[in-house]
């Protein structure tokens, strides 16, 4: 079973930045489309971006274009997320995870019901 480790999150202001990482253990993630989450206090988690497994693919969810990035070093086993000019609606605990239905397929966007197993996410708190 896969285990994830968030960190990078914090407290900032408006406009300012932060880059978010996450180390995978206990499988092989470098074959698989990986994702960042995050839920909003008293929403559902939903998908901010995707990877393809070669990176070469990405995805984003439209708040988030033009702001974030993700990006991925299968040789740690890690994705990133650089967050640019955060707002206060970027406010939320933001987690990973590997989607392991499809094998060097293309980049997914996947559901966050359709994942088991979470680690406990970084939270990022943007003060106006």
């Known amino acids: 079973q896969l285990q994830f480790v968030e960190s990078g999150g914090g407290l900032v202001q408006s406009g300012e930045s932060l880059r978010l990482s996450c180390v995978v253990s206990?499988?092989?993630?470098?074959?698989?489309?990986m994702s960042w989450f995050r839920q909003a206090p008293g929403k559902e988690r939903d998908l901010v971006a995707s990877?393809?497994?070669?990176?070469?693919?990405?995805y984003y969810a439209d708040w988030v274009k033009g702001r974030f990035t993700v990006s991925r070093k299968n040789t740690e086993n890690a994705i990133y997320l650089q967050m640019n000019d955060l707002s206060p609606e970027d406010t939320g605990i933001y987690y990973c995870?590997?989607?392991?239905?499809?094998?060097?397929?293309?980049?997914?966007?996947?559901?966050?019901?359709?994942?088991?197993?979470w680690g406990q996410g970084t939270q990022v708190v943007v003060s106006s």
């Open positions: 990877i393809g497994w070669t990176g070469g693919e990405t």
């Open positions: 206990g499988g092989i993630m470098s074959r698989y489309s």
């Open positions: 995870n590997v989607d392991q239905t499809r094998a060097f397929g293309p980049v997914s966007t996947p559901l966050a019901h359709a994942f088991r197993s």
